[in-house]
């Protein structure tokens, strides 16, 4: 059994242009969750969804934010016109239906230049 | 708004000592709490949790503590270990929604 994948690992980018990041979830986990780390903070939550619907987003997470998990198992993460505000770490979670325990991936390390 | 803080950012401990982290609340909806230990460039990696409807949770090295009366929780690390160097945050969440709200980490160094 694998634990949550996360692809790229780093990603640096310059500011104004578009990333996309890609969360694969413990196999069978219905809930996945987007957070954002910063530099001395914990994680923020960003979005999260129960299958493919998308229950709730974080006043955070602005219009230049949008995630996906259209058949209900991967999920993307992409962000539009990126600033360095942007720059952080983006955390992917899953848990199962019967379990309120988060599992988190690597996460994926963005720098906007 | 933080609804969980985590008021130690460092902790030193000797090895084979207890490590002894705080975390305290402010939301009396939540009713679920977890700690996550995490190294750097890496992410947190679940070690233990508790329902509000206990007050103790063990597993192993590691032990939960809850009071829920002062909204504050701890974990004890006994005896610490030199792998236990890691910053490790506090989540609670409240299960309606099951977003975690997180603490800003204390940093564990365990002295050989």
């Known amino acids: 059994d694998t634990g949550v994948s996360q692809d790229p690992r780093h990603k640096i980018t310059k500011r104004g242009q578009n990333v996309t990041f890609r969360c694969d979830p413990i196999s069978e986990h219905n809930r996945l969750y987007w957070y954002r780390q910063t530099l001395g903070q914990g994680p923020e939550f960003l979005t999260y969804?129960?299958?493919?619907?998308?229950?709730?987003k974080s006043r955070l997470l602005s219009d230049r934010f949008s995630a996906e998990r259209p058949k209900g198992s991967f999920s993307t993460l992409e962000i539009q016109r990126t600033e360095q505000g942007d720059s952080a770490m983006y955390l992917c979670?899953?848990?199962?239906?019967?379990?309120?325990?988060?599992?988190f991936g690597p996460g994926t390390r963005l720098t906007v230049l | 708004d933080q609804q969980v803080k985590q008021n130690s950012p460092s902790l030193s401990v000797q090895e084979g000592r207890i490590s002894i982290l705080n975390c305290d609340y402010t939301?009396?909806?939540?009713?679920?709490f977890l700690w996550y230990k995490k190294y750097p460039a890496e992410g947190p990696t679940f070690l233990i949790s508790?329902?509000?409807?206990?007050d103790k949770n063990e597993d192993g090295r590691f032990t939960v503590f809850l009071n829920k009366s002062a909204k504050h929780l701890s974990l004890h690390i006994v005896p610490s270990q030199p792998g236990d160097s890691a910053v490790y945050f506090c989540?609670?969440?409240?299960?309606?929604?099951?977003?975690?709200?997180f603490g800003a980490g204390t940093t564990v160094t365990v002295r050989a």
């Open positions: 979670a899953s848990s199962s239906g019967g379990s309120d325990t988060q599992y």
């Open positions: 939301n009396s909806m939540f009713d679920y």
């Open positions: 969804f129960q299958n493919e619907a998308q229950l709730e």
């Open positions: 989540a609670a969440s409240d299960t309606s929604d099951y977003k975690l709200s």
């Open positions: 508790i329902s509000s409807i206990k």
